[in-house]
C-alpha cells in the first residue's frame, strides 16, 4: 500500500483564490510527522509546513495551512490568497519508525492563473 | 549561506560509466540522505546515513553505493551507470522534523 497518496496530479486556481491540494496517508505507528514541500521550477525543494501526529491545533505558517483529520488520514494543504509565485509543485511527505523513515507522494502541480 | 550543496549540478554520462555525486552541509545535522526523483513516482528514497559513519539502505538502492567520511559529506556513488539510473538526485540533511534539500543534480545515463 502506498504510504502517502496525492490524488491530484495537477491542478488550477484563480489568483488570490484559496486551493486545497489532498493528501491522505497509511501508518500503523501512534507517532508521526506530516510535511509539504513545494517545488518550483527552478527545482529545489522548499520546505512549508510540518505537523505532529500530537498536535490537537491544525499547523499554519502564513498562507498555508495543514486540514489535519487524524480519523481520516488525511492532511490537506490548503493555501490562502494564491499568488502566481504559488505555481509549482507540491508535495505531502509522513516521518514514521523508530528510523524516521520518511516517505514521499507523487506530488500535485498547481497552476495559479492571473 | 548555510544549507546542502550538490555538486555537479547536470551530468551525461555514457552506459558502464561511474561516477560520484558530491553533498555537503554545513548545518551541523547528523542525519543524511539521497533521493532520486523520476515523473509519476515522486522522491524514491536510495539510501540515508542517521550518523557518521552509519549508512542503511532506503527503498531503492540497488545499482548505488554510499560513502559518510565525515558529519559534513555524504556521497553517492554510480560504479556502473545504468539509462534506468537517468533521474533528478537530491541529497538533504535533517535535524528534529525538518529536511534541507540541495539544489538537485540531473543525471542523463545514454
Known amino acids: 500500500a502506498q504510504k502517502i497518496t496525492q490524488t491530484q496530479p495537477g491542478m488550477f486556481v484563480q489568483e488570490k483564490e484559496a486551493v486545497t491540494l489532498d493528501c491522505t496517508y497509511d501508518t500503523s505507528d501512534q507517532s508521526y510527522g506530516l510535511f509539504w514541500y513545494k517545488q518550483p521550477s527552478s527545482g529545489e525543494m522548499i520546505f512549508l509546513i510540518y505537523q505532529g501526529s500530537y498536535d490537537e491545533q491544525n499547523a499554519t505558517e502564513g498562507r498555508y495551512s495543514l486540514n489535519f483529520q487524524k480519523a481520516r488520514k488525511s492532511a490537506n494543504l490548503v493555501i490562502s490568497a494564491s499568488q502566481l509565485g504559488d505555481s509549482a509543485m507540491y508535495f505531502c511527505a509522513m516521518r514514521e519508525g523508530l528510523r524516521n523513515q520518511f516517505y514521499f507522494g507523487t506530488g500535485t502541480s498547481l497552476t495559479v492563473i492571473p | 549561506n548555510a544549507g546542502v550543496t550538490q555538486t555537479p549540478k547536470f551530468q551525461v554520462l555514457k552506459t558502464g560509466q561511474s561516477m560520484t555525486l558530491q553533498c555537503a552541509q554545513d548545518?551541523?545535522?547528523?542525519?543524511m540522505y539521497w533521493y532520486r526523483q523520476d515523473p509519476g513516482m515522486g522522491l524514491r528514497l536510495i539510501y540515508y546515513s542517521a550518523s557518521e559513519g552509519t549508512t542503511d539502505k532506503g527503498e531503492v538502492p540497488n545499482g548505488y553505493n554510499v560513502s559518510r567520511l565525515n558529519k559534513r559529506e555524504f556521497s553517492l556513488r554510480l560504479e556502473s551507470a545504468a539509462p534506468s539510473q537517468t533521474s533528478v538526485y537530491f541529497c538533504?540533511?535533517?535535524?528534529?522534523?525538518?529536511?534541507?534539500f540541495g539544489s538537485g543534480t540531473r543525471l542523463t545515463v545514454v
Open positions: 548545518m551541523n545535522h547528523n542525519s
Open positions: 538533504a540533511s535533517k535535524q528534529n522534523y525538518g529536511y534541507t
